[in-house]
Nanobody, 111 residues
Framework: QVRITESGGGLVQPGGSLRLSCAVSGSIVSMNPMGWYRQAPGKERELVVI???????NSADSVKGRFTISRDNAKNTGYLQMNGLKPEDTAVYYC?????WGQGTQVIVSS
C-alpha cells in the first residue's frame, strides 16, 4: 500500500521560506513522475513543479527561481524548498509520486 505524507506547511510572512517534505512508503521516491501541486481556495489544483517520467523538471512560471524540488533517496522523501514566498502562494500543497497523492499540507503566506 502506497502512502504519501506531506508536512512542513504553516504560516509564513511574505518573503519568507518553507521547506515541505513528502514521505513516501510503499513506493520509491526516486521513481518518476514525482512532483508538487497546489490548490488555492476557490481554484483548481495546479502544477507547481514536477520531475517527469523522462527525468525532466518542469515548473510553473509563477514559481520559477523561487521553488526547488529535491529528493533524499536514502530517506525515501521528497522536498519542496520555497523561497521568496508571496501571498498568492497560499494554498494546500500536495505531493504526487507515480500517481499516488497525499492529503496535503497548508501553506499560508500573510503578514
Amino acid at each position: 500500500q502506497v502512502r504519501i505524507t506531506e508536512s512542513g506547511g504553516g504560516l509564513v510572512q511574505p518573503g519568507g521560506s518553507l521547506r515541505l517534505s513528502c514521505a513516501v512508503s510503499g513506493s520509491i521516491v526516486s521513481m518518476n513522475p514525482m512532483g508538487w501541486y497546489r490548490q488555492a481556495p476557490g481554484k483548481e489544483r495546479e502544477l507547481v513543479v514536477i520531475i517527469t517520467t523522462g527525468g525532466r523538471t518542469n515548473s510553473a512560471d509563477s514559481v520559477k527561481g523561487r521553488f526547488t524540488i529535491s529528493r533524499d533517496n536514502a530517506k525515501n522523501t521528497g522536498y519542496l524548498q520555497m523561497n521568496g514566498l508571496k501571498p498568492e502562494d497560499t494554498a494546500v500543497y500536495y505531493c504526487m509520486n507515480r500517481g499516488y497523492w497525499g492529503q496535503g499540507t497548508q501553506v499560508i503566506v500573510s503578514s
